[in-house]
């Protein structure tokens, strides 16, 4: 057994089919109806359903785990810039405003007559060390699981 078996069969059921319905959550699950219905509701946020018909038909549970994790400061990413191509590689944070503003540097990007100056944190080797040394780890190290759904 599953520490989510209602997650695990709502999963699996829409392996095959577009659309479930909560008894036949309950029926797969081994589970009362009531209870189905009590960890939909408690799951809100990660489930989908068609407002006509009540039938679940997407489970997200990594996104918005994703957009806690990102809004935590605790990541970075490799970004670009540039003005109509890429031109440099970037180091993207949230937050930490004050490590930012010591590794940005001022760029012109674009080309004679139409150019603009820009402030951004080139992804260099040592910029990234101390990034890394300021204990922010790059955002493919950033867990992706189901740490938000319940079934208590």
């Given at each position: ?82 003005m ?27 080309a ?14 040592e ?15 950033a867990p992706s ?8």
């Amino acid at each position: 057994m599953t520490a989510t078996p209602i997650l695990d069969t709502i999963r699996a059921l829409l392996t095959f089919r577009d659309g479930t319905t909560i008894s036949e959550i309950a029926k797969m699950a081994g589970v009362s109806p009531r209870r189905v219905l009590d960890v939909v509701n408690a799951n809100g946020a990660l489930v989908y359903r068609l407002r006509k018909t009540g039938k679940i038909t997407k489970v997200d549970t990594k996104t918005p785990l994703a957009k806690q994790l990102w809004a935590s400061g605790a990541y970075y990413k490799i970004g670009s810039e540039g003005m109509w191509s890429h031109e440099y590689d970037t180091i993207v944070l949230v937050g930490h405003d004050d490590l930012a503003e010591r590794l940005s540097t001022k760029q012109v990007l674009g080309a004679l007559g139409d150019s603009t100056n820009r402030r951004f944190i080139v992804a260099t080797p040592e910029n990234i060390a101390a990034v890394e040394a300021a204990g922010i780890r790059p955002w493919s190290e950033a867990p992706s699981d189901d740490r938000l759904w319940s079934e208590e």
